[in-house]
Each structure stands twice: as C-alpha cells, then as structure tokens.
C-alpha cells in the first residue's frame, strides 16, 4: 500500500465485512479492509461449509426485510461472477409439541415464523405429525408434533461467499490487508487505526470484528457481549433420503439448547448436523477449539439417536466456531458520528449479512439506508 490514508477502513472481514467491503468498493472511495487472519478462516462465526438461510425469521420481524433483500444481492453476485452461492433446496422447521421452544430469544417461535410468513405472504406449507412423516422420513417426529416448510429456504456456502464478495471489491479497487491484527483505534476528526508495524487513518471506520469488538470498548460495555461456543458435526449416513433432503431446524423442549438442526448430504457421505450452545467464555482468544470423541457420542445421545434416521454413529469429523450472543438475542448496531460497530449477529446474522452490509455502504456514504437498525450512540 502506497498511502495509510483511507475514506474508510472496515475492521474485519467476516459475514458483514466482507459484504460491506464488496458494496462500498461501487463508490469510487478510497477503501481498505483489514482482518487479523486471512479470511475466510475457521477462527470466527463464519466458515463451517454452510449456513441456513431462510425468509420468515421467526427471531424478529424488523429482520424480515434484511434476508428477503439479502437473498437478491446472492442472486445479483451470482449473475456477476458464476458463483453459487445459494442453494434453495427448502427447509423445514419443526416442533416436538412438547412446549413452545425459544429460539434465539424469541418464545413461540414456531408460530411466530409462521404467523409472519401469513402476514408477508412467504410461501409456506403448515404440516401435520403424519405429513411430516411421510415427507421427511429421517426425522422422527412426535405425534405431538407439527411442521413448517418453506421452499424459499435453504442454504449459503460462507467461505464462498465471503471470499467472491472479498475478490468481487479487489476487482473494484478496494484494498485488503489480512493477518493484520488491530491493536487499538484512536478515534478523532481524523481516526487512527494501530497495527504492530504501521498506523493507518481512516476519515470512517467500519468495525466489524465480532467478537473481537470487545478489544474496542469499555469494560463497562463488555457485559453485553457473551461469546458462546458452537460444535458442528459431519455424521457418515446410511440412507438415500439426505440426498435432496431440505434444511431442517427442530425444537423439541423448552430450553434453548433443546434444539438440533441439519443439512442436506454435499458429498453423498456424510451430513452435517448441530445443536447451539450458550455457556459463555470471556474472549474468542479463549476459545477450546478441538472436540474430544465424549463430546461427539453425548451429541449422538441427547441430539441424534432416535430422533435423526439414516444415520452411523460414526463421526467424519467436527468443528468449532462461535457466537457473539446479546440479552436479547437481536444485533447490535451502533454509531458514534464517523464510527460504526457491527457485532453482535447472536448466531443468526450470516442469512442477514448481504444486505446489512449495502445498507452500511449507504449510510457511510450518506444516502438512506434501506433499514433503520443503527443506534445513534455518543
């Protein structure tokens, strides 16, 4: 880099970074992404192969209009670059009828999600215990139970996504610098942005660096963030029906963690199945990333066996990532004049980050955003 001067700097280059980078590279200004590894990398909340994504987001209704807008900008990269990022192969959500379970803060969720595919006029299957059956063999259902499908859902590549979005704002002139941790940020009239070997400035700063962002503010604001492991699992399968099989997300008691959700078979071997997890650590440098076979075979038991059909007890492999998790669930957005941070996405953001990143670009760029999100903060 010839100059350490930029209009704006995004810290992290992660769902929401690199999306933003990407929009932001369209305006001519002098743009730099900066990330501690080199994205996409398996140390944040962004990798693991897929993610779900899906319409009627049962979570809050202000997101609504973020992932539809979301799923357009997938479509619109991938006429751009002949790049598949998304895959809508359906996805379908049930309930055990035991109680009705929370998800990410919201109680009801299943009527919620459903209830506002009605009022949004998302297509939408509501289904019986015995239509569930018959449709999705491989997950066992209670004949209490019941089930949603939505054909509109299904599910990203992140690592792709991220990296096309990352390429897409070089071909654009948009500069990157990865293994770069910042050290710390000055803020001003004019904001400076330290590294071990060079200080950068910025007349904005995007700050993007998950959670990360708790290097940045106050010990009084440090509570607000938790940062929660999260264990994803590839299990060798012994059926034919995972094949086209639709995402599925499944709540089947009244506790957060009582909930399992999974993917189609990408390599005819194996799916990819999860629960979340909310127990908190202080820092994402903290982290235990490796996962001990007791880990795996206590997931099998609470999670998988007689629940999940089509299945060998019989790990191909697991890994780790994590959560940067608020109180209540939802993301926080804030801005302070020429300064933005953008954390957290409480373990549903990445359906959400292609347009949360256009509206960003907007807003740096002084239009009005689509979405009214940002807290004015001084």
Not at 44 to 50: A, C, I, P
Not at 119 to 135: F, G, Q, T, V
Not at 263 to 270: A, H, Q, R
Request: hydrophobic share 35%; with cysteine.
């Amino acid at each position: 880099m010839n100059q350490s001067h930029y209009d704006v700097v995004i810290i992290g280059l992660g769902a929401v970074g690199s999306a933003t980078l990407f929009q932001l590279s369209k305006s001519g200004l002098k743009v730099l992404g900066i990330d501690r590894f080199r994205p996409p990398h398996k140390f944040g909340s962004s990798h693991g192969e897929t993610r779900i994504t899906r319409l009627a987001v049962g979570e809050n209704e202000a997101y609504i209009p973020l992932v539809m807008r979301s799923h357009e900008i997938w479509k619109e990269i991938e006429e751009l670059t002949d790049q598949k990022i998304f895959h809508p192969v359906g996805g379908v959500l049930l309930d055990s009828g035991v109680t009705p379970w929370e998800k990410h803060g919201s109680q009801g969720f299943m009527k919620r999600t459903i209830d506002f595919a009605d009022k949004y006029k998302i297509p939408h299957e509501s289904l019986s215990s015995a239509d569930c059956s018959k449709r999705f063999p491989n997950l066992k259902l209670e004949s209490t139970g019941s089930g949603y499908f939505e054909p509109s859902a299904g599910y990203l590549f992140p690592e792709l996504a991220i990296q096309t979005q990352l390429d897409l704002a070089l071909a654009r002139g948009a500069e990157i610098l990865t293994d770069s941790p910042v050290e710390r940020i000055e803020r001003g009239e004019i904001h400076q942005v330290f590294l071990a070997d060079q200080t950068i400035t910025a007349n904005k700063i995007i700050n993007c660096s998950g959670g990360w962002v708790k290097d940045f503010i106050d010990d009084s604001q440090k509570k607000e963030f938790r940062i929660c492991r999260q264990v994803l699992h590839w299990i060798k399968t012994d059926s034919p029906n995972w094949e086209k099989h639709p995402v599925f997300m499944w709540g089947f008691g009244a506790q957060p963690e009582d909930f399992v959700y999974g993917f189609p078979t990408l390599d005819g071997k194996s799916i990819k199945v999860a629960t979340e997890s909310f127990l908190e650590i202080e820092h994402p440098d903290l982290l235990d990333r490796t996962v001990s076979e007791k880990e795996q075979q206590k997931f099998w038991e609470e999670k998988v066996e007689g629940r999940i059909l089509g299945l060998k007890r019989e790990f191909v492999k697991s890994e780790v990532c994590f959560y940067t998790v608020t109180e209540d669930s939802n993301f926080v957005i804030r801005q302070n004049r020429n300064y933005w941070f953008v954390s957290a996405c409480s373990g549903h953001g990445f359906k959400h980050s292609a347009a949360l990143g256009e509206n960003l670009s907007d807003l740096v760029l002084e239009r009005n955003g689509r979405f009214d999100l940002v807290e004015q903060v001084s």
